[in-house]
């Protein structure tokens, strides 16, 4: 194939070989619109047809002929081998030799079937009438610039006010708000992370977001308390063990700035700027969690020692959710606590028979 015709898929923007591709991928080079259907006589789409139909040349009508030419050359062929078999064959037997060879339709070129297929293509084009809601957009439009121009045969989107590309569907409500609304959280994010570039740890003193591995570039937020901290700082405080005597609220869940007691630790590649976003990242942390299995509980089969407090997935084998019932019981200084398990096996465990 020569160099001077475009590669159909380097047009759409999906072709696979580079350089190594056979057609040409210079926008000035024409492109091959000839309807190859067309010179076959089964084009569906008649006028409508975004190719160009273009009568076939001698030299393809000779070739496209060459099955027309094998039939004649098969139903001549029986003849001798008729006679040549039994030379007193009359022709009764001739004909129903040459009869069991199966027929051919001699073949027509398009231009001369334009008349008979014309009731028929006609109810082919009603019934394919396509809606401006199924066609899609340009692909080079909607990446940032397509080459084509004005002259694209693809429908261009509307420009999205955020990304600042074509990439808005006209016909398709849908799929717009659900594009912008996609957009303008991508873009609140990329905010966020540039914002939280210079932000330090405040016990290491390092920037989190510039620790040598990934799984360091990571924010411990705690949910009581406003000072950063990278997740292995945090974690570390949290997992030395506490001097004999002292409370582990106080020591271990505490911040070490200013000694809030914080339950749990939420990791985040960003860092918050109001109390709203901060809140955003705790829900869609402990919605993530929600939908993992608890290991502990493991289907019923076993206990958490975490309970109501968990932030995983309690769930039995055919589906159905575990169904959480608190206990609550008055303490000795009049305030209400909630029951943990209680099981008889610690009660006759401390129980000394005489």
Known sequence: MPKRVLCKFFAHGACLKGEHCEFSHDWKDPPNNICTFYQKGVCAYGDRCRYDHVKASREQSSASSSSTGHQSL??????????????????????????????????????????????????????????????????????????????????????????????????????????????????????????????????????????????????GLLSECDHPFCISCIRNWRSSSPTTGLDINNTVRACPICRKVSYFVIPSVIWYSSKEEKQEIVDNYKAKLKSIDCKHFDFGNGNCPFGTSCFYKHAYRDGHLEELVLRHLGADDGHTVIATDIRLSDFLGNLRLR
């Not at 040459?98 to 297929?117: D, I």
């Not at 396509?130 to 429908?155: T, W």
């Not at 708000?177 to 330090?200: A, G, P």
């Open 74 to 219: 098969v139903s001549d062929s029986v003849l001798p081998y008729a006679t040549r078999g039994t030379l007193s064959m009359d022709a009764t037997d001739i004909e129903l030799s040459a009869s069991r060879v199966p027929f051919f339709p001699p073949y027509k070129p398009a231009w001369n079937q334009e008349h008979e297929f014309e009731d028929f293509l006609e109810d082919i084009t009603e019934s394919n009438i396509v809606s401006p809601v199924e066609h899609s957009i340009c692909s080079f439009a909607a990446a940032g610039n397509c080459p084509r121009g004005e002259k694209c045969p693809h429908m261009h989107g509307d420009l999205c006010p955020t990304c600042r590309k074509n990439c808005l569907h006209p016909f398709r409500p849908e799929e717009r708000e659900e594009h912008m609304k996609t957009c303008e959280k991508m873009q609140k994010h990329l905010e966020s992370l540039k914002s939280s570039q210079d932000i330090e740890c405040s016990v290491c003193l390092e920037r989190v977001l510039s620790k040598p591995t990934a799984a360091e570039r990571k924010f």
